[in-house]
């Protein structure tokens, strides 16, 4: 109730927020839901133990990925890379991308028309959630309107329940009405698990619950990537980072470790 008042306060014109049974998740059965077939996919064991430690080792959370991104600067925004599927030498992440778009391509099948991804990364407290919203190129700036991908992926890169689960609805970009009940799914973080839905559709991350598994310096670790049926690129990569960068193209030399792009290097594993 104290909750209510404050976000009342802060909130005045807000209509609607999460359930208490979503908020409160594995306290209660979750009810079963029905979405458009070819809607959502998951599975656990999304990619070969070799590519999935290749992938959690480029992001790893104490990594230079993070600080080469300037990601824990409250100035920094959101930031992404591009690349086509067809990258003749492909990093770790489009190695995944591949991968997933195998795994997925019975239970989300518009995923099998992209030759190209957007991916963007987070490394989080276990408390920290994300907001509702809809993956789309340029965070929705388009002037026709935002433009959705294929599909979204979210890979799982850190220990089972660091972070609360990502919540994904039935809601569609663009609907005149918003479904109330029994029109979301949740799909807890564990090692490996891959969660894929269509593009067009809501969603969000919940906070993590109880003490952080790892104690409260562990980080949640999650990759997203995006499908597209073309690449979309439109920057080579700035300092601050942008959206929908170009990913630095040769392997860096592992003799400059010092170079500005030597944070790649891991991603260019064998």
Known sequence: ????????????????????????????????VAFPAGAVGAYDGALSPALFEAVRASLAPDGDFWPSHAYD????????????LDDGTPTVVVRAARALRKAFRKSVPAIAEATGIEWWTHRRPHG????????????????????????????????????GPTLVTTQESGATTMPRRGCACLVPPAPNRAACFRGDLLHAVLPGRG?????????????????????HATAARQSPPVAAMRFPEAPPSVATPHAPDAWAAPFYAA
């Open 128 to 163: 920290a959630g994300h907001q509702l919203h809809f993956d789309s190129a340029d965070e929705g700036a388009g002037a026709d309107g935002p433009q959705h991908p294929l599909c979204s992926v979210v890979l799982y890169l850190s220990e089972a329940r660091l972070g």
């Open 211 to 231: 003490a952080a598994p790892g104690g409260p310096d562990a980080r949640r670790v999650t990759l997203m990537i995006s499908f597209w049926r073309r690449p």
């Open 73 to 84: 600067d409250e100035a920094s925004g959101f930031f992404s890379y591009v690349h086509s």
């Open 1 to 32: 109730r104290e909750a209510d008042v404050v976000l009342r306060h802060k909130f005045p014109d807000a209509r609607y927020r999460l359930a208490d049974d979503v908020l409160r998740y594995g306290a209660t059965d979750a009810p079963s």
